[in-house]
């Protein structure tokens, strides 16, 4: 099983940029779909973006569309959210998860999560 460790995150003004990495040990990486979600305290876990195997292909959240990219490099077991144009909103726990798979509820979920990293944007 895949076991996702986040690193990256602080504290940055308004306008700021961050890159969150996640180090993925495991067999299996190169075949798993990463992804990376972020949740606030008393709020649910929430999808950010994606990042399928082989293709490559990206799915964002609509909220992010736009500032944030999600990246991933095969060789390294390592996958990356470069996050721009940062708003206060964007603050919260980012974890990120290894193996997505679309649930029944048309969302997204994660087979193993990361601590979380902790992102703080200030007005």
């Known amino acids: 099983q895949v076991q996702p460790v986040e690193t990256g995150g602080g504290l940055v003004q308004a306008g700021g940029s961050l890159r969150l990495s996640c180090v993925a040990s495991g067999r299996h990486f190169n075949r798993d779909a990463m992804g990376w979600f972020r949740q606030v305290p008393g709020k649910e876990r929430e999808f950010v973006a994606l990042i399928s195997a082989g293709s490559g292909t990206t799915i964002y959240a609509d909220s992010v569309k736009g500032r944030f990219t999600i990246t991933r490099d095969d060789a390294k077991n390592t996958v990356f959210l470069q996050m721009t144009s940062l708003k206060p909103e964007d603050t919260a726990v980012y974890y990120c998860?290894?193996?997505?798979?679309?649930?029944?509820?048309?969302?997204?979920?994660?087979?193993?999560w990361g601590q979380g990293t902790q992102v703080i944007v200030s007005a």
């Open positions: 998860g290894a193996g997505i798979f679309a649930t029944m509820n048309d969302t997204w979920d994660s087979g193993s």
